[in-house]
């Protein structure tokens, strides 16, 4: 009988750390940044995803 392969649920643990390290650097700076934009206009409304998006782009164009 053949043994199927299962794919981890958790990619990260089969990252090399050098590729979890920057993985977990780059999530930490989306996150502060998009806290700040929420800052910026008071933690006003339910903008968490559109925050978060717009972190992560100004994060990787400063990455690239």
Not at 39 to 49: C, M, T
Request: glycine share 2%.
């Amino acid at each position: 009988m053949a043994k199927t392969q299962t794919k981890s649920k958790n990619a990260s643990a089969q990252l090399p750390d050098s590729n979890q390290a920057f993985t977990t650097t780059h999530h930490k700076m989306i996150e502060e940044a998009a806290y700040y934009i929420a800052e910026k206009r008071n933690f006003d409304g339910e903008r968490e995803l559109d925050d978060w998006l717009e972190a992560e782009r100004t994060i990787n164009q400063s990455i690239e």
